[in-house]
Nanobody
Framework: EVQLVESGGGLVQPGGSLRLSCATS????????MTWVRQAPGKGLEWVSS????????YYADSLKGRFTISADNAKATVYLQMNSLKSEDTAVYYC??????????????WGKGTLVTVSS
């Protein structure tokens, strides 16, 4: 059974940092790309970042480049999202998702339940 469990969310002040984790099980982690998406209150899903396992390359939404960093630890079957210089507009539920392949070409097939990040003073 594929499982994705996010953690690391919480309340942080503007300008602060958080590191989200997504622990996975039930599949061969290094064979699949992993993606972070978020949903702000009252808004739709927004793609944040992906880690392509096939070429071990990172991709980011243009608006987040330079502040967010995705990484993957094959030994722990865990993907991380380091978020720095957080802004109020980063407030959202953050979900990790497993892609159907080593890239995003075939879409996502499994999702975690999400972790809430609130950026507020």
């Amino acid at each position: 059974e594929v499982q994705l469990v996010e953690s690391g969310g919480g309340l942080v002040q503007p300008g602060g940092s958080l590191r989200l984790s997504c622990a996975t099980s039930g599949f061969t982690f290094e064979d699949y790309a992993m993606t972070w998406v978020r949903q702000a209150p009252g808004k739709g899903l927004e793609w944040v970042s992906s880690f392509y396992s096939d070429i071990r390359r990172e991709y980011y939404a243009d608006s987040l480049k330079g502040r967010f960093t995705i990484s993957a630890d094959n030994a722990k079957a865990t993907v991380y999202l380091q978020m720095n210089s957080l802004k109020s507009e980063d407030t959202a539920v953050y979900y990790c998702a497993k892609e159907r392949a080593g890239s995003r070409v075939h879409g996502m097939d499994y999702w975690g339940k999400g972790t809430l990040v609130t950026v507020s003073s």
